[in-house]
């Protein structure tokens, strides 16, 4: 933990990312407490190195990595709103989203089934047009990587989560798994069912139907919500 802290630190090999070197050698000092009893001089020694990752990081961005301590999304775009229509954005951190319409802002814990130690290999926005009236729809599409031991084989399970963003709330709309052997680290790419894009389009009774060219292809349905 403490040399992925600095490599995302230093942004070498990885994409720099400040949280997450502040999370992972959080992480790494909370780990040496709890292993030995350190000496005075070790203890200072990890003092130093958690305020040197974590000291200069503002108020948010330390809650953020206090979240990834224990319980990192790798690969996460922080600081980075994807803008859905003129002050109209969601950003995602690493326990919620907080999602900003026409000055009113919302932070909302990230609904369904949350991946702990994962890594965020693509989110990818789509706007989808109604068929008749009506305004227009947005969602967000994630993909997350985690390895897991399953009967003494190093397995990943590669999971695609579909949220719409109806005013100030996300709502997780469906979620869609691959599992083939082999580690999440280092990423693989992804699926290319996945990167090939997913097909969206508006149906009846305000319904959305969603295609994943897969062999077979995997397909859903994304019914229509009142927002508040």
Known sequence: MKQLAQLYAEGKGVERDDVLACGL???????????????????????????????????????????AMSCPRIGLDRHAPIELETGWSIQFNDRSATIVKNGQSRDQALPGDLLCRAQVLLTRHSKIE??????????????????????????????????????????????????????????????????????????AAGTIEYTIEDTPPRTGRIELRASR
């Open 25 to 67: 050698v959080r992480a790494h000092a909370a780990a040496a407490a709890r292993g030995t009893r350190l000496t005075a001089a070790a203890n200072r020694a990890m003092q130093v190195l958690v305020e040197k990752y974590c000291g200069e990081l503002p108020v948010a961005d330390r809650a953020s990595a206090f979240a």
């Open 130 to 203: 109604p068929s008749g009236r009506g305004k227009p729809r947005h969602v967000i599409e994630q993909v997350t990587v985690q390895s897991a031991w399953r009967n003494g084989t190093l397995t990943r399970d590669l999971v695609w989560q579909l949220y719409e963003i109806r005013g100030l709330e996300l709502d997780l709309a469906a979620v869609q798994r691959w599992q083939e052997p082999g580690s999440a680290w280092p990423a693989p790419p992804v699926p290319d069912a996945i990167a090939r894009g997913v097909t969206f389009s508006a149906a």
